[in-house]
């Protein structure tokens, strides 16, 4: 750009993860024991998101498409269950907390159309616990991330660095890090709940030389 006489040039420089970090702190005990416990919520396939509880992560449109997936192909219901790790943020402000309510409206109203005998469609974790978080991208078979728009998005870096499952990544193309992961991604419009839906569907019945080469 040119400003006051002056040429500058701006160029963006993707901001990465500390791989063996992360991956220090998957591989610890106390890694370990969250993944232990987490294992009782899974089901034969299991959809996991990990994000803070704002708007911008676009959490209850994610929903809607898991929704519209138990809708149009209802062998899932009973087998593919959605785990969400929600940071609860910025709590003091009053648009964030309502979204925190409608969240959890929506979560209800779906475990309610949906829940069978000892099996609900989704369980929630609502705590800032980065251990437990890493211990559950371990776990997953689709991973998604969605939001409207992000920076870049740390967590769709930090999945398939971890994952033990050769889990599938939906990824939002509003997020910065799509620019860099969309050739192993399923890419999604974030305001389109059918075509998130179909990517959860194509994610989960993926043959499984394909979810590994992704």
Known sequence: MRFGGRETLARAYPISIN????????????????????????????????????????????????????????EFIGRVKFLAFLVPSRTHIRQYQRYLDEVDQAVQRINRRFERPGWAPITVFYENNYIQAIAAMRLYDVLMVNSVIDGMNLVSKEGPVVNRRDGALVLSESAGAHAQLKVGALSVAPADVEGTARALHQALTMPAEERAAR
């Open 19 to 74: 791989v063996e970090e992360v991956r220090q702190i998957a591989a610890s005990p106390r890694a370990a024991e969250y993944e232990a416990r987490l294992r009782e919520h899974l089901g034969e396939q299991t959809i996991i998101r990990v994000d803070r509880a704002e708007p911008s992560k676009n959490i209850i449109r994610g929903f809607s498409a898991y929704e519209t997936l138990l809708e149009r192909h209802p």
